[in-house]
């Protein structure tokens, strides 16, 4: 099981986390919400849970807990930026459809 990131989101996310002054990492889960079943949650992690599993890539630390998991298994976290909009983007391959908004997915 893995999360990974590109270049552009581990520097969003070690930039917030300098300009901050504090936290350990990004962390990612999901929610069931939406017209599709689920969405991404992310924060910025300032200590790890029980539950979490902790993967690092490109030097920053990300926290899943093990309910979120199996859904987003093997996701490839992006951060992007479209004229004044930025986000972080996911290319999860665990998903089957999503809505025609974006905020939500299914598996």
Same mark, same amino acid.
């Given at each position: 099981?893995?999360?990974?990131?590109?270049?552009?989101?581990?520097?969003?996310?070690?930039?917030?986390?300098?300009?901050?002054?504090?936290?350990?990492? $990004?962390? $990612?889960?999901?929610?069931?919400?939406?017209?599709?079943?689920?969405? /991404? %949650?992310?924060? /910025?992690?300032?200590? @790890?849970? &029980?539950?979490? !599993?902790?993967?690092?890539?490109?030097? !920053?630390? %990300?926290?899943?807990? +093990?309910?979120? $998991? &199996?859904?987003?298994?093997?996701? %490839?976290?992006?951060?992007?930026? @479209?004229?004044?909009?930025?986000?972080? +983007?996911?290319?999860? &391959?665990? !998903?089957?459809?999503?809505?025609?908004?974006?905020?939500?997915?299914?598996?």
């Amino acid at each position: 099981m893995a999360i990974s990131l590109t270049e552009s989101a581990a520097e969003r996310v070690r930039t917030f986390l300098a300009a901050r002054g504090h936290g350990m990492g $990004l962390r $990612l889960g999901v929610r069931k919400t939406g017209c599709s079943g689920f969405a /991404y %949650v992310v924060n /910025y992690a300032d200590g @790890q849970q &029980p539950d979490d !599993v902790v993967f690092e890539d490109r030097g !920053v630390r %990300v926290f899943v807990d +093990r309910a979120s $998991l &199996p859904l987003i298994d093997g996701t %490839v976290v992006d951060f992007v930026k @479209q004229g004044l909009n930025e986000a972080f +983007r996911f290319r999860n &391959p665990n !998903v089957k459809g999503e809505c025609g908004c974006g905020e939500s997915f299914s598996v």
